[in-house]
């Protein structure tokens, strides 16, 4: 493991301690995902389980690539790479060594939608589930198109709010119900004024 994630494990006695009394406030029907630099550690409390993750993101720094597959092969929680990755070739290396159990392309950082398709179609030839990391904002809606066009899907995909501000722009409007969105139909994202959206805005020189 790198000096880094090891330097970093100091911390895990103090914030092993949030997730589990974060998800004690938001309830039993919520999933921790921990963006886990730091949790990570195989003697941390949620690599043994007890927060019962779903799945840990990017354990070490993104491009240690060895090291996370050594957090990966020691730990029963699957473990998602690739949120910050821009490399073909290094997706090509942690799928076909297995790197990580889930595949996570960022749509913004790794380039798009067809880009990661390509991730996704790499990932899927090696049987193993595509997650998308997102960068907030109207990212929600491209990871919408892009989880309901996958054969590879993970069970969960990253979701950061955006329905009460942008869920009216779409017909049908986008709504949360069971832990489930409903996906765009429409054109292009699928917002269905975008001429009367526009409405009153002042072009910016």
Same mark, same amino acid.
């Given at each position: ?5 090891? $330097? %970093? ?5 103090? /914030? ?5 009394? #974060? /998800?004690?406030?938001? #309830? ?10 730091? %949790? ?5 409390? #949620?690599?043994? &389980?007890?927060? =019962?993750? *779903? ?6 720094? @993104? ?5 996370? =597959? ?5 730990? $029963? ?13 290094? @997706? ?7 790197? *990580? ?10 380039? &798009? ?24 904002? @109207? ?10 066009? /996958? ?10 709010? &955006? $329905? ?23 054109? &292009? ?6 001429? #009367? ?6 072009? *910016?020189?």
């Amino acid at each position: 493991m790198s000096p880094f994630t090891c $330097t %970093l494990a100091h911390w895990v006695g103090e /914030l092993g301690s949030f997730v589990p009394k #974060g /998800l004690f406030f938001a #309830g039993p029907a919520r999933r921790a995902k921990p963006d886990c630099t730091i %949790l990570a550690a195989p003697e941390s409390r #949620g690599a043994r &389980g007890e927060i =019962k993750a *779903v799945y840990f993101e990017e354990p070490c720094p @993104f491009d240690h690539l060895e090291d996370t =597959k050594r957090v990966a092969d020691a730990l $029963t929680i699957p473990v998602a790479g690739g949120e910050q990755e821009y490399s073909d070739w290094r @997706f090509r290396w942690m799928i076909a060594n297995r790197g *990580v159990d889930i595949v996570e392309p960022d749509l913004f950082y790794y380039g &798009g939608l067809i880009r990661s398709i390509r991730v996704a179609r790499m990932a899927e030839v090696a049987k193993m589930p595509v997650t998308v990391h997102i960068s907030g904002g @109207f990212g929600f809606v491209y990871m919408l198109h892009y989880a309901s066009c /996958l054969r590879n899907p993970a069970r969960y995909q990253e979701y950061k709010l &955006g $329905t009460e501000k942008y869920g009216s722009w779409f017909d049908p409007p986008l709504r949360v119900k069971d832990g489930k969105i409903t996906v765009p139909t429409g054109p &292009g994202v699928g917002i269905k004024d975008l001429k #009367g959206l526009l409405q009153g805005a002042v072009e *910016v020189a």
